[in-house]
């Protein structure tokens, strides 16, 4: 992972910190993660929080806590990052 990750044009504050937490796009297989993904993306891009946001990733690194207090997709992070955790690849969440 890039120690230089920064939230510049275009990068937004969603996709850095869910790559500092490990979490693959790619490793998606079960629709309803995707969706969830998207969402949270899309949250983001309309976001008002964006300065408190990246305030809190350069102070608190890649801990979901750190944006926890505020941030509308830290629950959407932290599952996601949670299922990539426990299942290999290409496994899906049953129903």
Same mark, same amino acid.
């Given at each position: 992972?890039?120690? $230089?990750? =920064?939230?510049?044009?275009?990068?937004?504050?969603?996709?850095? @910190?869910?790559?500092?937490?490990?979490?693959? %796009?790619?490793?998606?297989?079960?629709?309803?993660?995707? @969706?969830?993904?998207?969402? =949270?993306?899309?949250?983001?891009?309309?976001?008002?929080?964006?300065? $408190?946001?990246?305030?809190?990733?350069?102070?608190?690194?890649?801990?979901?806590?750190?944006?926890?207090?505020?941030?509308?997709?830290?629950?959407? @992070?932290?599952?996601? =990052?949670?299922? $990539?955790?426990? @299942?290999?690849?290409?496994?899906?969440? %049953?129903?």
């Amino acid at each position: 992972m890039n120690a $230089q990750l =920064a939230c510049g044009p275009g990068r937004s504050e969603f996709l850095v @910190l869910a790559e500092r937490l490990g979490i693959d %796009p790619g490793a998606m297989a079960d629709p309803r993660t995707e @969706l969830s993904f998207a969402m =949270a993306h899309r949250r983001c891009a309309e976001c008002k929080s964006k300065e $408190q946001c990246r305030r809190a990733m350069r102070e608190g690194g890649a801990l979901v806590s750190a944006v926890a207090s505020f941030c509308p997709s830290a629950e959407v @992070l932290f599952d996601l =990052a949670g299922r $990539q955790l426990r @299942l290999p690849p290409g496994i899906a969440i %049953p129903d």
